[in-house]
């Protein structure tokens, strides 16, 4: 048995509650049978948008929705989505899939879907093939004060007088690639003219900067070198990291459970270097790291959809413990973070629901951010945990390992919470709670999600095969995580 000790003294700051921010891009069946189906389908809905989505989602309390893209956001023309008679257009993933956009969903029907959930909006806004004038107008005719401008008039005439108050802006998306094909200092010099612009307006607002894909750190080193001498309007810095896939997206080897496990752990490293990149600039009051898209991308088809879904895959397991040990990291490094959206919501890469039709399902993703939650604004305190080694071959036959438990903990409001995932597949863990400058209450709660075998995942016809379970704990005894496992633990503080 090993000891896992909660060191109450050693606080590592506050967890805002916008790391556990999602993403819907217009990709896919993410907006279009995911969301949205439309306010005269026989499906439930809300003024169009899914209920049993909504519903679902109000669970897990999402506290920032990022919309609408991603790459989509870099040929989008805010106004085809406002207003009557609207446009059907070519979209940045026609190319891929052949699909048109409708723009049936836009400002009005996503600030619905926000306003109905109660979670906060974040644009993200093209700078590619618009001018500075093209945002700040975005902008205006969202947040002006009703019975101000011309933009403010329009948006009350299209059904909403008052302002939306949208306060997250990004100033572009992966400008290093699909986002203009742009290098750092040049995007650096868009994104000081563009934010001049919208930074102008005013109101409170947080503008976003386009940073590095994974470990580019070339990128956030040279951004960071052009923004040095600039007035500096900017509030946090996009980082996207996706671990990738190994092997088939359900039926993977014992290896590829420990080879997908290792790459999404590189997540700290890519954390730390990047955050000592930007400290070395002291831009950390400029640039709290926003890590807007994050997940497992696996290969197309393993989805409901069997490919019809641009991207859709399956969510097993795998993936459940690749969003615990991703979470963890993020709540042990919330100092240097302001932010993160995991990519996507549905439809999708690493999504939380699964849908068609009728048909709509959680994922064993949904449900650790449903045990995750409490999380949200809480303090974060420093753990240490006695954790085995793990050995497996990569794919190219080396010997590696990856430590058998991910931990992380925090308190709020007079309660502790302690999630942790057994990344070993073969194994339970057995742990006992060791508090340090505090004591628990003898008896507290634990959510469990496992399954007795690691590809489980659930579908359309057997929806709750992975789904959670609730029991009273001893918390001075011994605690076991089923192996794969991941647990959440509540107790009252003393």
């Known amino acids: 048995m090993k000891n896992l000790y909660v060191m109450f003294p050693e606080e590592l700051g506050c967890i805002a509650p916008e790391i556990y921010g999602h993403f819907a891009e217009h990709i896919g069946g993410v907006i279009y049978d995911g969301i949205?189906?439309?306010?005269?389908?026989?499906?439930?809905?809300?003024?169009?948008?899914?209920?049993?989505?909504?519903?679902?989602?109000?669970?897990?309390?999402?506290?920032?929705?990022?919309?609408?893209?991603?790459?989509?956001a870099e040929t989008?023309?805010?106004?085809?989505?406002?207003?009557?008679?609207?446009?059907?257009?070519?979209?940045?993933?026609?190319?891929?899939?052949?699909?048109?956009?409708?723009?049936?969903?836009?400002?009005?029907?996503?600030?619905?879907?926000?306003?109905?959930?109660?979670?906060?909006?974040?644009?993200?806004?093209?700078?590619?093939?618009?001018?500075?004038?093209?945002?700040?107008?975005?902008?205006?005719?969202?947040?002006?004060?009703?019975?101000?401008?011309?933009?403010?008039?329009?948006?009350?005439?299209?059904?909403?007088?008052?302002?939306?108050?949208?306060?997250?802006?990004?100033i572009g998306n992966e400008n290093w690639g699909?986002?203009?094909?742009?290098?750092?200092?040049?995007?650096?010099?868009?994104?000081?003219?563009?934010?001049?612009?919208?930074?102008?307006?005013?109101?409170?607002?947080?503008?976003?900067?386009?940073?590095?894909?994974?470990?580019?750190?070339?990128?956030?080193?040279?951004f960071m070198e052009a923004m040095a001498d600039s007035e500096k309007h900017m509030q946090g810095f996009s980082l996207h990291y996706y671990c990738g896939w190994a092997g088939d997206p359900v039926n993977f080897t014992r290896d590829q459970w420990y080879q997908q496990l290792k790459q999404a752990e590189r997540m700290e490293e890519i954390l730390n270097r990047h955050w000592s990149i930007i400290k070395g600039y002291g831009m950390e009051e400029h640039a709290k790291l926003v890590i807007d898209e994050w997940g497992c991308w696996h290969p197309d088809g393993?989805?409901?959809?069997?490919?019809?879904?641009?991207?859709?895959?399956?969510?097993?397991?795998?993936?459940?413990?690749?969003?615990?040990?991703?979470?963890?990291?993020?709540?042990?490094?919330?100092?240097?973070?302001?932010?993160?959206?995991?990519?996507?919501l549905v439809n999708n890469l690493h999504a939380l629901f699964l849908a068609s039709g009728e048909n709509c399902i959680v994922t064993p993703t949904y449900h650790v951010f449903h045990m995750y939650k409490e999380h949200q604004g809480a303090a974060a305190v420093r753990t240490a945990v006695e954790a085995d080694m793990v050995g497996y071959l990569d794919k190219d036959g080396?010997?590696?390992?990856?430590?058998?438990?991910?931990?992380?903990?925090?308190?709020?409001?007079?309660?502790?919470?302690?999630?942790?995932?057994?990344?070993?597949?073969?194994?339970?863990?057995?742990?006992?709670?060791?508090?340090?400058?505090?004591?628990?209450?003898?008896?507290?709660?634990m959510t469990i999600l496992s399954h007795s075998d690691f590809h489980a995942h659930n579908t359309f016809e057997n929806p709750d095969c992975v789904t959670e379970k609730t029991e009273t704990i001893d918390t001075g005894g011994e605690i076991t995580i089923p192996k794969a496992g991941i647990v959440a633990i509540r107790v009252r503080l003393l």
């Open 36 to 72: 949205w189906v439309g306010k005269d389908s026989p499906v439930e809905n809300v003024h169009g948008l899914r209920k049993y989505l909504l519903d679902k989602l109000k669970e897990v309390a999402p506290p920032v929705m990022r919309w609408p893209g991603g790459c989509y």
């Open 76 to 170: 989008y023309d805010w106004r085809d989505g406002i207003g009557n008679n609207r446009p059907k257009r070519l979209n940045w993933w026609t190319n891929w899939d052949q699909r048109l956009e409708s723009n049936e969903v836009g400002t009005h029907e996503f600030m619905d879907f926000c306003e109905q959930l109660g979670t906060q909006p974040y644009f993200a806004a093209n700078i590619t093939s618009v001018t500075p004038l093209h945002i700040r107008n975005w902008v205006d005719y969202c947040n002006s004060p009703e019975g101000t401008t011309t933009l403010a008039q329009e948006r009350a005439e299209n059904g909403h007088p008052e302002p939306f108050g949208i306060r997250y802006w990004g």
């Open 178 to 222: 699909g986002g203009g094909n742009m290098d750092p200092t040049v995007y650096a010099h868009e994104y000081r003219r563009f934010s001049a612009l919208v930074n102008n307006i005013p109101g409170d607002k947080v503008l976003i900067a386009c940073g590095p894909n994974a470990d580019d750190y070339n990128w956030t080193n040279r």
């Open 302 to 344: 393993s989805g409901p959809s069997r490919g019809g879904n641009l991207f859709e895959q399956q969510s097993t397991m795998r993936d459940a413990a690749v969003t615990a040990l991703t979470l963890n990291i993020f709540n042990n490094n919330c100092e240097k973070i302001r932010m993160a959206n995991v990519a996507q």
């Open 398 to 445: 080396r010997e590696e390992s990856i430590p058998s438990l991910s931990v992380s903990a925090s308190h709020k409001d007079g309660c502790a919470t302690i999630t942790i995932a057994n990344l070993n597949a073969e194994e339970d863990a057995h742990i006992r709670l060791k508090p340090v400058g505090r004591g628990f209450s003898a008896d507290g709660e």
